[in-house]
């Protein structure tokens, strides 16, 4: 087992024993499934609309730290962040919540989305049909299901879940394997981690490979890797424009003039 794949493992346990410990809110699926009516009506924030655009898109995260960098930004604060990303460009906005591993909060997605016009991302190990009704009630227009830490048909489940609840998925994938698990399943949005599981190394280039072996009719996201501008301009050359971007632009001094160079390269 690399060392990717221990603290996969060790979050996603982690994230069930929290959902063993912390019952769920009293009502939660009857307030999520009216929450979800209430956003039909009220229109919806497109992540694949927004993708879509022509041009270089940036999924901008708002991110306290990770297992592997430690602390990213200090002080973090994921408003000022989230309205800068967006000055900058940026298409979306991800928001980390996972409390343990990399000392998100839940209460930023809100607070991120009532400052910004853009599709917001909720960004954490989800394992549960629970975690979809709570990203419904604090207001994610699309969240990340990771393909490798949801096996056999739980992926398939929580897809269609997420799509009932009217909450797009960012699904990510790893390798061949994953991409051909997400043949067939109603996820247009396929994220591609460029770090590889079993050697914990970045490799954009068979990252923007696998990206382009998604195919037609969904949009492949590059996740994971990207340095600064000429990482971008070497994707596009091969054929990628979308991206997830954490790190860089969280260690940025202007981080929405990162942003603004990385849509540059388009």
């Known amino acids: 087992m690399s060392e990717l794949d221990d603290i996969l493992v060790r979050i996603t346990d982690a994230t069930r024993e929290r959902l063993a410990a912390e019952p769920a809110g009293p009502g939660l699926e009857r307030r999520a499934w009216e929450a979800a009516g209430v ?21 901008a995260e708002c991110k306290r730290r990770s297992p592997s960098a430690g602390v990213l930004r200090a002080p973090f604060e994921p408003v000022e962040l989230a309205t800068a990303y967006q000055a900058g460009g940026a298409a979306a906005i991800s928001v980390v919540t996972e409390p343990q591993f990399f000392s998100g909060q839940p209460g930023w997605l809100p607070l991120v989305r009532a400052a910004v016009a853009l599709p917001v991302v909720q960004k954490d190990f989800l394992v549960s049909s629970r975690q979809l009704f709570e990203a419904v009630l604090l207001g994610a227009d699309a969240v990340l299901l990771i393909a490798r830490i949801l096996p056999g ?30 043949a067939g399943l109603p996820a247009r949005v396929i994220g591609v981690n460029a770090r590889d599981l079993r050697t914990f190394t ?42 997830l971007v954490g790190e860089h632009l969280l260690r940025a001094a202007d981080p929405g003039e990162a942003v603004r160079e990385l849509v540059a390269c388009g």
């Not at 048909?153 to 998925?169: P, T």
């Not at 923007?208 to 590059?222: D, E, I, K, S």
């Open 39 to 59: 956003r039909r009506r009220g229109g919806v924030r497109s992540l694949l609309g927004s993708l879509s655009a022509p041009g270089v898109r940036v999924i």
């Open 153 to 182: 048909g739980l992926l398939g489940e929580m897809v269609a879940v997420a799509k009932e609840l009217g909450l797009e998925v960012l699904l990510e994938i790893h390798d061949q394997h994953d991409l051909a698990r997400s």
């Open 202 to 243: 970045v490799d954009l280039g068979a990252a923007a490979a696998l990206a382009v072996a998604v195919g037609p009719g969904r949009v492949a996201v590059l996740e994971s890797g990207i340095t600064g501008p000429a990482d971008v301009a070497d994707c596009v050359r091969r054929g990628v424009s979308r991206f």
